[in-house]
Nanobody, 116 residues
């Protein structure tokens, strides 16, 4: 069973940076896709960034500011989200997502708050 574990959220001032990490272990296969979603209060969960074999997607509002990357080690896949030039509208709970075959696994969520 895969249980992604997130870390790296917190409170940051506008213009600051944060790096989110999420590690998933327990799968014997490679991830088809890794990504980050976020959900702000009163809003639907939205896809922020996703990496699949050969392609990377960013939602328009984070292009040029956020970078998704991943690393593989034995049976563990780690996905990162480097967030720069943060804005108050980036405030949300961020969730990592891993797709292994037909199964999708979610992290527990980490709060990111951008405020002065």
């Amino acid at each position: 069973q895969v249980h992604p574990v997130e870390s790296g959220g917190g409170l940051v001032q506008p213009g600051g940076s944060l790096r989110l990490s999420c590690a998933a272990s327990g799968s014997s296969s490679s991830a088809n896709a890794v990504g980050w979603y976020r959900q702000a209060p009163g809003k639907e969960r939205e896809l922020v960034a996703q990496a699949t074999t050969g392609s990377i997607y960013y939602t328009d509002s984070v292009k040029g500011r956020f970078t998704i990357s991943s690393a593989n080690a034995k049976n563990t896949v780690t996905v990162y989200l480097q967030m720069n030039s943060l804005k108050p509208e980036d405030t949300a709970v961020y969730y990592c997502s891993f797709q292994f075959g037909v199964n999708r696994y979610w992290g527990q969520g980490t709060q990111v708050t951008v405020s002065s």
